[in-house]
């Protein structure tokens, strides 16, 4: 791989992680163990054919898992803990053993890019969550699986393509962050109000 295609990749499944840890895996690991890709010696494990049927396993929850109002944001609470150091090792296994200094950051880098994505994804389902009725669940997570394989295979074919996708990506994060986090706080605010009111209406004096 040169190193842009390095590059791409250490971000791309470190960013992948943070959004469907198991979909990244298994989409890596199919890709990899077809010929469709090539993934550096690191990252071969994942074309074990156990690692891909676990993945699939653990995908196949977090598919249904994630179309669930609640539970989705309950699921992805428990994966703070697995998709931000998982997306760091994946990173630092995608530079392959270049440099100790080069794969440290790496996986620094990873895990931050895990960390932000994650946090995004996690931040704008509260905000979905809000919402009563729950197509707008259903289709943020069909999205999310969809640009996670889609992305995940053009950062191993289309490199620079993926880097402006990111690039892309990220702006449009930012540019979300004041307007999902004021979101937050309006829902916040009705939830805490509800249970200020059921508390008076059940203790009148």
Known sequence: MDI?????????????????????????????????A??????????HPLVIVVAGLM??????????????????????FIRIPAGAALAAGA????????????FLTGGAMSAGSHGAKMSSRLVINTSPEPFTNWGASI?????????????????????AFLCVFVGLVIWLLPKIFHAMK?????????????????NPN
């Open 4 to 36: 842009v295609s390095n590059i791409a990749l250490m971000l791309g499944v470190a960013w992948a992680s943070g959004i469907k840890l198991y979909a990244a895996v298994l989409t890596l690991g199919i890709l990899g163990i077809t010929g469709n």
């Open 143 to 163: 999205a999310e699986d969809g640009i996670v394989v889609g992305g995940i295979y053009m950062a191993l074919n289309y490199p620079i393509l993926f880097l």
């Open 95 to 106: 530079v392959g053993s270049i440099d100790p200094v080069i794969v440290t950051l790496a």
């Open 186 to 202: 309006r829902a916040l605010t009705r939830v805490a109000s509800f249970f200020r009111r059921g508390g008076l209406e059940s």
């Open 59 to 80: 995908f196949v929850i977090e598919f249904f898992a994630d179309k669930i109002p609640g539970l989705d944001s309950a699921w992805d609470a428990l994966q703070t």
């Open 38 to 47: 090539v993934l550096p010696d690191e990252l071969e494990v994942l074309e």
